[in-house]
């Protein structure tokens, strides 16, 4: 690629970096430049290798799976790793190339009752609110909607 498009690229090169994942290319971070390092998002990556669509369903299976286990649960917590993140990554892969298709996350459907309880008790944590959701009766939502004087 010519030093000119290198240069303007504001994305990391995903053709070659699933191709170093799938084949366990644990020191392909190493040999990128510092530009091409400054573009890698060890969170895009992973949504990437997450997904294979493959035929066989071992493959499809090994990628969730070892993507959730290795970087899913840390990618948050090891985020200024990189170098880890990646070889972590890499770990994954089936020295087989695949196609990994872009996922796109889920969108939030918006929950009237909890937006309601959320009015109601503002120093509350979501989950809190969620759990109190859940267990609370329609009956029990309406009558704590009443007490507090909130329209419906």
């Not at 090169?13 to 040999?31: H, I, P, Q, S």
């Not at 790793?81 to 972590?88: A, D, I, P």
């Not at 020295?95 to 008790?121: C, D, G, T």
Request: charged fraction near 35%; aromatic fraction near 12%; glycine fraction near 2%.
């Amino acid at each position: 690629m010519p030093e000119k498009e290198k240069n303007k690229r504001k994305f990391f090169d995903l053709r070659n970096g699933l191709k170093a994942v799938d084949f366990r290319n644990k020191d392909y971070f190493e040999r990128i430049d510092d530009k091409e390092k400054s573009l890698y998002s060890p969170y895009m990556l992973m949504r990437y290798v997450s997904s294979c669509s493959s035929k066989d369903p071992f493959f499809v299976e090994h990628y969730v799976e070892m993507v959730n286990e290795c970087i899913n649960k840390h990618c948050f917590t090891l985020g200024k790793h990189k170098k880890l993140l990646w070889m972590l990554t890499a770990m994954c892969g089936t020295l087989q190339q695949q196609f990994h298709p872009w996922l796109k996350p889920m969108k939030r459907v918006p929950n009237k009752s909890l937006k309601k309880l959320q009015e109601i008790y503002p120093t509350w944590k979501e989950s809190d609110l969620e759990t109190l959701d859940k267990v609370i009766s329609d009956r029990e939502f309406e009558e704590l909607i009443e007490a507090h004087g909130i329209d419906k």
